[in-house]
T-cell receptor, first 114, second 114 residues
Framework: ETGVTQTPRHLVMGMTNKKSLKCEQHLGHNAMYWYKQSAKKPLELMFVYSLEERVENNSVPSRFSPECPNSSHLFLHLHTLQPEDSALYLC?????????????FGSGTRLTVV | GQSLEQPSEVTAVEGAIVQINCTYQTSGFYGLSWYQQHDGGAPTFLSYNALDGLEETGRFSSFLSRSDSYGYLLLQELQMKDSASYFCAVRVSNYGGATNKLIFGTGTLLAVQP
């Protein structure tokens, strides 16, 4: 357990479904991130929230919709996904001015779109 | 664009020393980080270099040369549990000090053999 909890760990959804990924941290961090990890590719930054305000939307398709209701929770709402969206979705958090600017990652949600 | 280059795979034997190199081309540079990810697990923070030189943390050391846009992770006294993927990541912006944006490399899969 890293201190960042992601649920569910695995998700299979059809292209017409709507689902949400949840991320929760109680580390006192004030920035949260969504990354997509696909095989043989770098981790791709999707969204950045700083103090609950979205500061980066890295050209992500609108079928992915983030929500950060407070500094401890981050959601990724999914709808009308494509098979190429199948990947590991990682949430991370960090502390402004924290030592070494390190991220704490969750274990991810393995998403399969069928 | 932003790119980080790492070898895709490295193999070494228990007790040996291995060096994983990372070269980067990014718009903006505040520091170089290293993360370890075991299969199916969360990436975990290993080290951060903001200035040139060598940082040592136990069996792991990390080096940075900003003039060469180059860094490496050095793992000594290799153990079987060190078998994992290792990612370099460049901190490319700080949103005015509010938070961090990391761009990741494709990762190096290290296999430690008995």
């Amino acid at each position: 357990e890293t201190g960042v909890t992601q649920t569910p760990r695995h998700l299979v959804m059809g292209m017409t479904n709507k689902k949400s990924l949840k991320c929760e941290q109680h580390l006192g961090h004030n920035a949260m991130y969504w990354y997509k990890q696909s095989a043989k590719k770098p981790l791709e930054l999707m969204f950045v929230y700083s103090l609950e305000e979205r500061v980066e939307n890295n050209s992500v398709p609108s079928r992915f919709s983030p929500e950060c209701p407070n500094s401890s929770h981050l959601f990724l709402h999914l709808h009308t996904l494509q098979p190429e969206d199948s990947a590991l979705y990682l949430c991370a958090s960090s502390l402004t001015g924290g030592a070494n600017y390190g991220y704490t990652f969750g274990s991810g949600t393995r998403l399969t779109v069928v | 664009g932003q790119s980080l280059e790492q070898p895709s795979e490295v193999t070494a034997v228990e007790g040996a020393i291995v060096q994983i190199n990372c070269t980067y081309q990014t718009s903006g540079f505040y520091g170089l980080s290293w993360y370890q990810q075991h299969d199916g697990g969360a990436p975990t923070f290993l080290s951060y270099n903001a200035l040139d030189g060598l940082e040592e943390t136990g069996r792991f050391s990390s080096f940075l040369s900003r003039s060469d846009s180059y860094g490496y992770l050095l793992l000594q006294e290799l153990q079987m549990k060190d078998s994992a993927s290792y990612f370099c990541a460049v901190r490319v912006s700080n949103y005015g000090g509010a938070t961090n944006k990391l761009i990741f490399g494709t990762g190096t899969l290290l296999a430690v053999q008995p």
